[in-house]
């Protein structure tokens, strides 16, 4: 935490004042109140006896700790302000030459460890930020506002790879490895491979326990589509230590980039997020030992679900700072750019449009930050984040591609950022689960609710 405040000037200060007094008056409730509201409805209550009407109806202190979802408390209100003014300054004038090369600025990587961004959750006793997963998903969401490239990287790096060493590493893993992560060496998680996408667990990638001494495994296979790979030092690999168990013999094992028969593939050439490295990763007789494993044995199907289920917040939040962004780019130049002798956005037919694309990326973060509170106040949110990547996902392409539109001419070339942002939306609907597969929780998870006798 302390690191990224020292991205906060006056400005922070002033927003992180505001959100108190927003957060902490209750004047809403008290508005209602002088009203003469909550008379009326205590009266109704009374009258028919209904437990429903009371609790709706109960009295304004009651309410004292009801938070609207994106009214933020003062942490999150400085992070978020904070993520904004480092996406400003030290991202925002290397996107294009990141797209153009296809590359991650090394510097920025740097940068990026040193404020704290790459161990948002992870304990201070390894060198993290001790940040809140909701915290998480401001820092991916300002970042994705400027680059969903560079916010994709800090996205999978935390909510997916630290968030399982923090879980269920053990303490030699988190004491040599995730203080690594936290403050200075990339990670991947490599769970596709050519055969497993969505039905990810078909992977074929085989971990053999080794004959010559019984405690090291020997990791074979190749795994797709790794993001970070490029750049990581370590990987998240998940493999069989027997294929005849199914998904039962999946486990999770830590391995270095620098063992012997890890070999770094081909780097895909991609329609967007083309800062974000995605490579296939070979695995050629890499011997592991026991300790990499990552919580038990044929565990690794249980450590992929939950991390993903996360991880799709996260996404979901890429998607909406996207989304946001295209707006940023296009709003201003629809209000200078002249036809007619007029705004372009003075004409009702494009007010309309922004009205309502305002209107979508709103839902969608709000479905985000619903999903991001469940989880950080320990509830079940699985269905809830699917919720939250599906529609975020569908939402920024859909206004990404508006942006253009409303661009005209202009939003088509290079010049402008709203291509990028809509050649960066597409992924959205394909990693970490792609859109079928976020109907398919949904529809999972909230049919039975729906069954009889
Ligand atoms: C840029 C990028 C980065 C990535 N990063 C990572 C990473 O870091 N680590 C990692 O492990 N993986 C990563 N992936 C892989 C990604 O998670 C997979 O691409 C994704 O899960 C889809 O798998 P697939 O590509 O094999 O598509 P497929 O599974 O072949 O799907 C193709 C189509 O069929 C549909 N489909 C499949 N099964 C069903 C079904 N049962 N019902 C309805 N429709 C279905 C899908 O919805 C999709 O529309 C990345 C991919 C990309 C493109």
């Not at 942490?75 to 296809?102: G, H, N, W």
């Not at 704290?116 to 401001?138: I, K």
């Not at 979508?360 to 809830?384: C, H, I, M, W």
Request: proline content about 2%; charged content about 20%; overall charge neutral.
């Amino acid at each position: 935490m302390k690191v990224v405040l020292r991205y906060l000037g006056a400005r922070a200060a002033f927003s992180s004042q505001r959100a108190r007094s927003l957060t902490g008056s209750n004047h809403a409730w008290r508005r209602f109140d002088r009203a003469g509201w909550f008379a009326g409805c205590k009266d109704h209550s009374q009258r028919d006896g209904v437990s429903r009407a009371r609790h709706f109806c109960a009295s304004p202190e009651k309410h004292s700790d009801a938070r609207p979802l994106l009214v933020w408390n003062d942490e999150e209100q400085m992070v978020k302000d904070a993520t904004r003014k480092f996406a400003l300054e030290s991202v925002a004038p290397l996107v294009k030459q990141m797209d153009r090369d296809a590359k991650m600025d090394a510097g920025l990587l740097g940068q990026m460890f040193a404020n704290g961004y790459m161990g948002t959750e992870v304990s201070a006793e390894y060198g993290g930020s001790e940040m809140t997963f909701t915290q998480t998903c401001l820092i991916v969401e300002e970042l994705a506002r400027v680059d969903p490239a560079v916010s994709v990287i800090v996205d999978i790096h935390n909510t997916l790879n630290n968030r399982i060493l923090s879980q269920w590493g053990s303490e030699q893993q988190k004491q040599a490895v995730l203080s690594r992560m936290a403050t200075q060496s990339l990670s991947s998680f490599c769970l596709s491979e050519a055969g497993a996408g969505s039905d990810a667990f078909a992977l074929r990638t085989t971990a053999t326990e080794s004959k010559d001494g019984g405690s090291v495994f020997v990791l074979n296979g190749a795994k797709m589509w790794i993001s970070n790979a490029a750049e990581a030092e370590f990987f998240i690999v998940f493999a069989s230590v027997d294929l005849q168990l199914g998904y039962k013999g999946i486990t999770a094992f830590l391995v270095e980039r620098a063992a012997s028969g890890l070999e770094i593939g081909k780097k895909e050439d991609k329609l967007g997020i083309r800062a974000s490295s995605c490579c296939e990763v070979r695995f050629d007789s890499v011997r592991v030992p026991v300790e990499n494993i990552i919580g038990q044995t044929g565990h690794g199907y249980k450590i992929a679900i939950e991390s993903l289920n996360e991880g799709r917040i996260g996404i979901g939040a890429q998607m909406v700072g996207l989304a946001q962004g295209a707006l940023d780019a296009v709003i201003p130049y629809s209000m200078e750019r002249k036809q007619f002798g007029k705004p372009i956005a003075s004409f009702q037919g494009m007010q309309f449009q922004i009205a309502q694309a305002l209107t979508e990326v709103e839902a969608a973060r709000l479905l985000v930050y619903n999903a991001a509170r469940l989880k950080d106040s320990g509830r079940p949110f699985q269905t809830e984040a699917a919720y939250a990547k599906l529609f975020a996902s569908q939402i920024a392409q859909k206004v990404a591609s508006q942006c253009i539109d409303w661009a005209g001419g202009v939003g088509f070339t290079r010049e402008y950022s709203m291509e990028k942002f809509y050649r960066d939306a597409k992924i959205g609907q394909i990693y970490e689960g792609t859109s079928n597969m976020q109907l398919a929780t949904i529809a999972k998870n909230m049919l039975p609710k729906w069954t009889t006798g």
